[in-house]
């Protein structure tokens, strides 16, 4: 069953990509008590992910923060060392927050994977992005396969 707007968030373990390395964080870490804006892509270093995906939400951080979003939070299905790397690529900074779902949990969990094995990548997520408050999901925007438009930065900045 696929997340929808209204629903909690399920409890799961992710790892965030630090400076100093992985560092486990939980769903409440990252929610609880916050208003967060949270994009998921199939992965770090693809074509359409690096050069659309992540540059918008770091492009459009400020105008994001500046309406009540207290984190920007990006994941994928990699793991926490190739999250850090893309942002340090990216020069993604402390705009973004980079989570590793490394075994696709947490992404199984919100109803939101796919089989990327026809290129190589197994289980991935799902191109998307969502507001979620105190971890109840507010808007949902879950792009249909191969396109990029609703989940984009400035598609979920006209949401807030």
């Known amino acids: ?46 074509p359409t992910c690096s050069a659309k995906h992540l540059p918008g939400f770091k492009q459009l951080a400020g105008d994001i923060k500046g309406r009540g979003v207290d984190t920007i939070a990006c ?8 999250m850090r790397a893309w942002a340090e690529d990216q020069a993604v900074g402390d705009d973004i927050v980079m989570l590793a779902d490394g075994g696709g949990d947490f992404t199984k969990a919100l109803g939101l994977e796919f089989d990327a094995s026809k290129f190589g990548m197994g289980t991935r997520s799902q191109r998307y992005s969502m507001i979620v408050e105190n971890g109840v999901v507010k808007e949902l925007n879950v792009e249909a396969a191969g396109e990029f438009r609703v989940s984009a930065a400035d598609y979920l900045l006209a949401q807030l």
């Open 1 to 46: 069953m696929t997340i929808k707007v209204g629903d909690k968030l399920p409890d799961a373990k992710l790892t965030q990509a630090t400076a100093e390395g992985p560092k486990p964080v939980t769903t409440d870490d990252i929610f609880k008590g916050k208003k967060v804006a949270l994009f998921a892509l199939p992965g770090a270093f693809t």
């Open 75 to 82: 994941l994928s299905v990699n793991d926490a060392f190739v």
